[in-house]
């Protein structure tokens, strides 16, 4: 999950170049503009000389001369400050860009319309840096520019959805260690070819949907393929490892962040977005938009799902984001809680912070954080919650630095009533045992295989045993190791390397390791296991939890558009899972909704949808 750190609006700017190379922040010293006169004596080339038909420059590292084109847009902010340009001229070779970027780290005085010719030094730049597995920028470095006019029409090619391929990459090289960089592109086979084939240059976009709402760096995302995976509420939905969203595109804005449109998915950019196509640490490929289009409102409102039966337990997982007592959101979650999800008999919650968030004192306890919250439902209308827990030990469990995030169970006492068992604690594993004929916990709450390698520096599953009239029902709270670390989409290495999923592997085995030791004392034993997986319904985690049937995803219950609790650089996902024994997949007497409030909203509480799971026990 993301800092909790307050970002300026504007930091989008600066942060496009967190680890530049070093030949490349050295060279804001040597920038200059002179008005006549050749550079000095270095290869002549064309733009598309230097960018090649790899994505990797064949001039990499040499010094260009009489490099001419038309300046297509300027930035003068943050800390990768130049100007894009293109050649009037192109060659036949479709896989060869007509645009470059010049780096000038200081604020270029060249303005859009303006011929220039350009000498410097042709540089590879890694946004990110090389760990990072993201693709290079070719860039002009140290650059001398000479103005030879101004209001010259700028060259601009259509991005639509005839021209993005189907195909997302090609196969990485196994010379090369999965790399697609020294590939020879293929702009009309693969999406991610067609994209770099166009790197630097002037790429327009004609009215498009946003699949991803505009964040707090000024950004947002749209999908230039309308009927590609579509949700039912706007998004493009990410549903297998080989089905990419070719379409998506990430738009910034070329000038101020304070006139960039406030969009939700389903919103429209309507009429022409244009300007030069970068690359972003942040999302791959994007439009820096010279232009932006006017956002025609979808008006998408936030979802609310039904209230259960009596005779139904509704059991919810919901993530909210490391709230901590100095938060402002307090409300906001109640709200939810109370009036979108219908007061749940069962709320498991992921990401309460201890009493001080995130203030580095060894304070473990959250009883204030979740005693604010259950206020905060019952000034909302809703019950009074009675919350079951386990403190971790301190900075265990990963998350922000001295949040000591953990899962916390609401239950309703007038709705469903909690078997307490002592002995859990931080680091006790909870076991299963038989009594009058059922399984039963050891302790409950009780933690599960806290002392397992899969659990470092990471949340333990928390279990508890509650009855629903008459009922048991073991509900097991869980939140997986994140995603951090993993190669983007958009990687030069394809397909991307997933690293973390290495733990959440190992952590699905442990819950369902667990699950078939409830299963093995009672064969009709009645189990949920929920939260934020961090993984999709697909994924190789999921199989792990499902393995030998002992559980299953109930979100794949729903139709396929339906299917998400997340939004990711324009791809609608499931990261959020409730997960049943066969006892109550059998019965087939479950509903299941996936409450659409946060991840498709630029004003989210939370960047995760809450799950709620009707069920007649």
Known sequence: MPSK??????????????????????????YAVVTAGPADAATTAAIHDIQGSTRMSPLAGQQVTGVTGVVTGVRTYGSSRGFWFQDTKPDNDPATSEGVFVFTGSAPTVKAGDAVTVSGTVTEYVPGGASSGNQSLTEITKPTVTVNSSGNPVPVTTISAKSVPAAYTPAGDPAANGSINGLTLRPTAYALDYYESLEGQNVRIGSSRVVTASDPYAELWVTVKPHENPTERGGARYGSYTSQNTGRLQIQSLGAAAGFPVANVGDVLTGTTEGPLDFSQYGGYTLVARELGALKQGGLQRETTRAQASNELAVATYNVENLDPTDATFE?????????????????LEEIQDNNGAKD?????????????IDAIVAAGGPRYDWRSIDPLDKQDGGEPGGNIRQVFLFNPERVSFTDRPGGDATTAVGVVRSHGKAALTASPGRIDPANAAWKNSRKPLAGEFTFRGKPVVVIANHFASKGGDQPLTSQFQPPARSSETQRHAQAESVNAFVKEVLKVQRNADVIALGDINDFEFSGTAQRLEDGGALWSAIKSLPRDERYTYDYQGNSQVLDQILVSP?????GAFRYDSVHINSEFHDQISDHDPQVLRVRP
């Not at 307050?6 to 010293?29: E, G, I, K, N, Q």
């Not at 906001?332 to 498991?348: F, Y």
């Not at 006892?583 to 019965?587: A, E, H, L, Q, W």
């Open 332 to 348: 906001e979650h109640a709200a939810a809680i109370v009036t979108n999800l219908k007061s749940p008999d069962i709320v498991s």
């Open 361 to 373: 004192d060894g304070t473990v306890a959250a009883d204030v954080t979740v005693n604010k919250l």
């Open 583 to 587: 006892s109550i997949r059998k019965k």
């Open 5 to 30: 750190t307050a970002h300026p609006l504007l930091s989008v700017f600066s942060r496009s170049r967190l680890a530049a190379l070093a030949v490349t922040t050295a060279c804001c010293a040597s």
